[in-house]
């Protein structure tokens, strides 16, 4: 279990960042990715990327589970729902926040930061920061597009942290 078993705990518990696709193995891990519909195309294509890491980690299509939400302020209650049904491992809340779109950019982007970070420890199961916070359209299409798809990383670190939590429960 963890905290009891081989290497050290901040070895194995090592960002997602620095882990190859080939040393997690999803088979087993389910996933919930929950995304909003503000921003469309833009975290469309982060899910996309999202999706692709889980394939790259043996996650099996019927162990993902995908809905929407109108916009990042409802990803935490989503997040929570999801979590509280215990039939996921690991949620990714893809959005994209855009600052010359709102005036309350920074009040929207605090709360569901800290929303899905109280999630995440009050239902013990992990819960993937997934959204953009950009300055303007142009930073949320590098972020989104080819190797620099932000969208791969969350995949990868929703894999890592359901193994984490399967061996935690
Ligand atoms: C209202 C709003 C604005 C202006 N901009 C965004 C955005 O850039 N990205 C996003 O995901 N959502 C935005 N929203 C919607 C809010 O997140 C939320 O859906 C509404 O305030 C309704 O609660």
């Known amino acids: 279990t963890y905290g009891s078993s081989r290497g050290a705990p901040a070895t194995r518990m090592m960002a997602a960042e620095g882990v190859t696709f080939g040393e997690l193995d999803g088979t087993d891990v389910r996933v919930g990715i929950i995304s909003t519909r503000w921003n469309e195309e833009i975290v469309n294509r982060l899910t996309d990327g999202v999706k692709e890491s889980l394939k790259e980690c043996n996650v099996t299509e019927s162990n993902i589970f995908e809905t929407k939400v109108p916009g990042a302020f ?96």
């Open 74 to 169: 409802e990803l935490p209650l989503a997040a929570r729902f999801l979590s509280l049904s215990q039939t996921v491992d690991a949620v990714v809340c893809v959005g994209c926040l855009i600052k010359g779109d709102t005036m309350h950019f920074e009040y929207i982007a605090e709360s569901t930061c800290k929303g899905l970070m109280d999630v995440s420890i009050q239902t013990s199961t992990p819960v993937v920061l997934g959204v953009l916070t950009c300055t303007e359209e142009e930073q949320a299409i590098k972020r989104s597009t080819g190797d620099n798809n932000h969208g791969v990383d969350w995949g990868k670190t929703a894999v890592e942290m359901g193994l984490l939590r399967m061996s935690a429960t």
